[in-house]
T-cell receptor, first 114, second 118 residues
Framework: AQKITQTQPGMFVQEKEAVTLDCTYD???????LFWYKQPSSGEMIFLIYQGSYDQQNATEGRYSLNFQKARKSANLVISASQLGDSAMYFCAMSSLQNHKLVFGAGTILRVKS | GAVVSQHPSRVICKSGTSVKIECRSLDFQATTMFWYRQFPKKSLMLMAT?????????EQGVEKDKFLINHASLTLSTLTVTSAHPEDSSFYIC??????????????FGPGTRLTVT
């Protein structure tokens, strides 16, 4: 069974600073994908970044980067130069290429302070 | 980009009635659609996996007779909450996986439907 753990229920960050949102995972599948989604108060799920388990390099998408440490089974999200609009709930998720289902973590609420 | 719509975005219904929620992939064909349920400030819980032309696969603990899923075409899946009760009030989100997605890692989410049962 797959499991995603996000240990930070809530985080604060000062505007323009960087913040790291933690995510650890557990799976017995040899091939899997890791995702981060942002969910603002409107409820929509916004895809941020993806990391494949066999990708050699850490994924980056603009101000988002994924710190993938396979041996530690962690996939932390780093947001650089935080903006007020980054305030939202953030979910880490993983999928197995065997069943294609997404398993989500509990989420982290991020608040950016001005 | 890939767009998924849901209709309605909000619905209020009386206890005992049924409610249908539509999930459409607007600019791509989806072999697989997923239905999730989310309680306030909680995570998304997968309810069922819907494959075009076949019966949906429900997650453990989800009543298939309560939550009817139909995936009649490659662009439309529907979730019907039958005989709704107040405890069915929740945020329902669908996602769609494109036909061209070899590993089916890609899932595009709809904007969600907020159901309130009075």
């Amino acid at each position: 069974a797959q499991k995603i753990t996000q240990t930070q229920p809530g985080m604060f960050v000062q505007e323009k600073e960087a913040v790291t949102l933690d995510c650890t995972y557990d799976t017995s599948d040899p091939s899997y994908g890791l995702f981060w989604y942002k969910q603002p108060s409107s409820g929509e799920m916004i895809f941020l970044i993806y990391q494949g388990s066999y990708d050699q390099q850490n994924a980056t998408e603009g101000r988002y980067s994924l710190n993938f440490q396979k041996a530690r089974k962690s996939a932390n999200l780093v947001i650089s130069a935080s903006q007020l609009g980054d305030s939202a709930m953030y979910f880490c998720a993983m999928s197995s290429l065997q069943n294609h289902k997404l398993v989500f973590g509990a989420g982290t609420i991020l608040r950016v302070k001005s | 980009g890939a767009v998924v719509s849901q209709h309605p975005s909000r619905v209020i219904c009386k206890s005992g009635t049924s409610v249908k929620i539509e999930c459409r992939s607007l600019d791509f064909q989806a072999t697989t659609m997923f239905w999730y349920r989310q309680f306030p400030k909680k995570s998304l819980m997968l309810m069922a996996t819907s494959n075009e032309g076949s019966k949906a696969t429900y997650e453990q603990g989800v009543e298939k007779d309560k939550f009817l899923i139909n995936h009649a075409s490659l662009t439309l899946s529907t979730l019907t909450v039958t005989s709704a009760h107040p405890e069915d009030s929740s945020f329902y989100i669908c996602s769609a996986s494109p036909l061209t997605s070899g590993g089916a890692d890609e899932q595009y989410f709809g904007p969600g439907t907020r159901l309130t049962v009075t």
